[in-house]
């Protein structure tokens, strides 16, 4: 399955729990929101998984098309969309290699020779990867900058845990401690703030 893959996540037969959870966490809202963010299309309120007997499936249009630069003209947009979903219906053994292999999701230095090759028969024209090109690499340049102040979390949380595990705290404490330092707090299971 492709994009936020439910399967890889929850599990091929997730709980009625595990579902409402992963939806309501990442799938209703936060996905295309952070997409939105990085400068491609806002496809809320679309979700991006829906369940038939219990079985998350993954809405690929709306996956393809929360992929597609915020910039592009509106009938570019809904050309690549309808492209990515031909391709991807065409080679459903790419189905897990969609970001990859079916979306252009970032610019690459291959880009013309790759569009040229997926493109081919497909009714792009030069114009529209022109288009393409010139949006993917304003995302990627975007994303480039975003770098450092995105994964600065990944620094703090690394500290966190080397406090946390060279602390005096019992074993119990560690699991719910949330800071260490001026002041350790616990979370509500503790009332301790």
Not at 29 to 58: M, T
Not at 79 to 104: G, S, T
Not at 168 to 182: E, H, S, T
Request: proline share 6%.
């Amino acid at each position: 399955m492709t994009d936020w893959n439910p399967a890889e996540i929850i599990g091929n037969r997730p709980n009625p729990l595990a579902i409402n959870l992963y939806n309501h966490l990442i799938t209703e809202d936060i996905w295309a929101k952070q997409r939105a963010e990085y400068g491609y299309r806002d496809v809320r309120p679309a979700p991006l998984v829906h369940n038939f007997c219990s079985q998350p499936y993954v809405d690929c249009r709306a996956s393809i098309n929360s992929f597609i630069p915020a910039s592009l003209p509106e009938e570019v947009a809904l050309r690549l969309a309808n492209v990515y979903l031909d391709l991807l219906q065409d080679n459903p053994h790419l189905h897990d290699k969609m970001e990859l292999d079916i979306v252009f999701t970032i610019w690459v230095p291959t880009f013309r020779q790759d569009a040229k090759i997926r493109f081919k028969n497909r009714n792009i024209s030069t114009q529209h990867i022109d288009i393409l090109e010139q949006a993917l690499k304003k995302l990627t340049a975007l994303a480039l900058v975003r770098l450092n102040e995105d994964t600065s979390s990944i620094a703090c949380l690394s500290e966190r845990f080397v406090q946390v595990v060279g602390s005096d705290l019992d074993p119990v404490d560690k699991a719910y401690c949330q800071r260490i330092g001026d002041r350790t707090t616990y979370g509500d299971h503790f009332g301790i703030y």
